[in-house]
């Protein structure tokens, strides 16, 4: 798979903040024995047993940096470390698997990611009619 600048770039971005969560952590004094649930987010693969399209919108929501996001800004605001100590686990999984290339998935298929090198569909179709009209075999 080729990869571009912007997605070597997203990836670069993304090994920053796991280091960043990383470090947040140890600063805030974070359990070790809570780090375990960095695994957590990946139970979401069981929802492509009901198919891909459940599959992605689950994996999607486990691994969609919004949700830890806000489950960190309620912990800052209420003063519950549990809260951020989860959100920052959270995060750091999500980054890991972002700077491994793993990005949300789309519902075409599970290696059909906002990071991958496929085209998007109407680019795809783009090309195809482009190709016909021009009288080259696909």
């Given at each position: 798979m080729k990869r571009d600048l912007t997605t070597t770039v997203l990836?670069?971005?993304?090994?920053?903040?796991f280091?960043?969560?990383v470090v947040a952590y140890h600063l805030i004094s974070g359990p070790?024995?809570?780090w375990w649930l960095v695994l957590l987010p990946?139970?979401?693969f069981a929802?492509?047993?009901a198919g891909p399209r459940l599959?992605?919108?689950?994996?999607?929501?486990?691994?969609?940096?919004?949700?830890p996001m806000l489950l960190g800004l309620a912990g800052v605001l209420t003063h519950h470390q549990l809260l951020l100590d989860l959100a920052l686990i959270w995060a750091a999984h999500i980054a890991?698997?972002?700077a491994l290339g793993y990005g949300l998935k789309r519902s075409t298929g599970f290696g059909d990611t906002h990071l991958s090198a496929q085209l998007p569909v109407a680019q795809t179709n783009l090309r195809?009619?482009?190709?016909?009209?021009?009288?080259?075999?696909t």
């Open positions: 990836r670069l971005e993304a090994g920053v903040v280091a960043l969560t070790s024995w809570l990946d139970l979401s929802a492509y047993l599959g992605a919108a689950a994996y999607n929501f486990a691994h969609s940096s919004l949700a890991a698997d972002r195809h009619a482009s190709q016909m009209l021009q009288g080259v075999k």
